[in-house]
T-cell receptor, first 112, second 112 residues
Framework: GESVGLHLPTLSVQEGDNSIINCAYS??????FIWYKQESGKGPQFIIDIRSNMDKRQGQRVTVLLNKTVKHLSLQIAATQPGDSAVYFC???????????FGQGTRLTINP | ETGVTQTPRHLVMGMTNKKSLKCEQHLGHNAMYWYKQSAKKPLELMFVYSLEERVENNSVPSRFSPECPNSSHLFLHLHTLQPEDSALYLC???????????FGPGTRLTVL
C-alpha cells in the first residue's frame, strides 16, 4: 500500500546548527519526491524536489538525499535559522497516479 | 505568496448550513486539488480536477461537492456537515502532473 512516514514527529535544534529531517516511503514505484514547509497559519510551501533517477539535489541552504535501496528520503537544512521553524512534510508521487501521498510531518523548533 | 488564494480564511457553520469554499489560482495551471488537513493526520486528498474534469474522488462523503467552472477556479460546496469535518481545507494547483503543487493558505472550517 501507499504510506509515507517520518521518523520523528518533532525535532529541536540550536540556531546555527544543521537540521536533518527524515522520511521513509513504502512505494518503490514512486518516481518523484518533494518536501514542503508549513508555517503556522499558512499553506504548505514548496522547498525542494527530487526525481528517482537522482540521489542528491541541492538548493539554497537545503539538500535532499534519496536512498532508493532503503526507501529513505531526507532533508538537510544548513545553518538553521529562527525562520526555519515550521512543520516539514515529505510527499511521494506514485508513478502513473494523479496525486501526491503525504507523510505526517515533523515539527522543527529552533533554540536560540 | 504562492499565487493560489482561498476565501474565506475562516468559517464557522452549523450542521444544517450550506456554505462554499472558493479557490483561485493565478499561475496558469491546468490541475487543481482539494485537501483536508486535520490535526495529527497526513494531508488527505479529496478531489482532483485536471482540465476542468474530475479525475479523482478519494471516497469523500457526498456532503462535500466540488465544482470547477474553469481552470482558474475551484469550489467546495458544503452541506449538512458533521463536527468531525472541522479541519483546514487546502487548495492546490499544478501544471500537467501532480508533482509540484502550489498551495493556498487554506480555509479553517469549524462545524458546530
Amino acid at each position: 500500500g501507499e504510506s509515507v512516514g517520518l521518523h520523528l514527529p518533532t525535532l529541536s535544534v540550536q540556531e546555527g546548527d544543521n537540521s536533518i529531517i527524515n522520511c521513509a516511503y513504502s512505494n518503490s514505484a514512486s518516481d518523484y519526491f518533494i518536501w514542503y514547509k508549513q508555517e503556522s497559519g499558512k499553506g504548505p510551501q514548496f522547498i525542494i524536489d527530487i526525481r528517482s533517477n537522482m540521489d542528491k539535489r541541492q538548493g539554497q541552504r537545503v539538500t535532499v538525499l534519496l536512498n532508493k535501496t532503503v526507501k529513505h528520503l531526507s532533508l538537510q537544512i544548513a545553518a538553521t535559522q529562527p525562520g526555519d521553524s515550521a512543520v516539514y512534510f515529505c510527499a511521494e508521487s506514485p508513478q502513473g497516479a494523479q496525486k501526491l501521498v503525504f507523510g505526517q510531518g515533523t515539527r522543527l523548533t529552533i533554540n536560540p | 505568496e504562492t499565487g493560489v488564494t482561498q476565501t474565506p480564511r475562516h468559517l464557522v457553520m452549523g450542521m444544517t448550513n450550506k456554505k462554499s469554499l472558493k479557490c483561485e489560482q493565478h499561475l496558469g495551471h491546468n490541475a487543481m486539488y482539494w485537501y483536508k488537513q486535520s490535526a495529527k493526520k497526513p494531508l488527505e486528498l479529496m478531489f482532483v480536477y485536471s482540465l476542468e474534469e474530475r479525475v479523482e474522488n478519494n471516497s469523500v462523503p457526498s456532503r462535500f461537492s466540488p465544482e470547477c467552472p474553469n481552470s482558474s477556479h475551484l469550489f467546495l460546496h458544503l452541506h449538512t456537515l458533521q463536527p468531525e469535518d472541522s479541519a483546514l481545507y487546502l487548495c492546490a494547483s499544478s501544471q500537467d502532473t501532480p508533482d509540484t503543487q502550489y498551495f493556498g493558505p487554506g480555509t479553517r472550517l469549524t462545524v458546530l
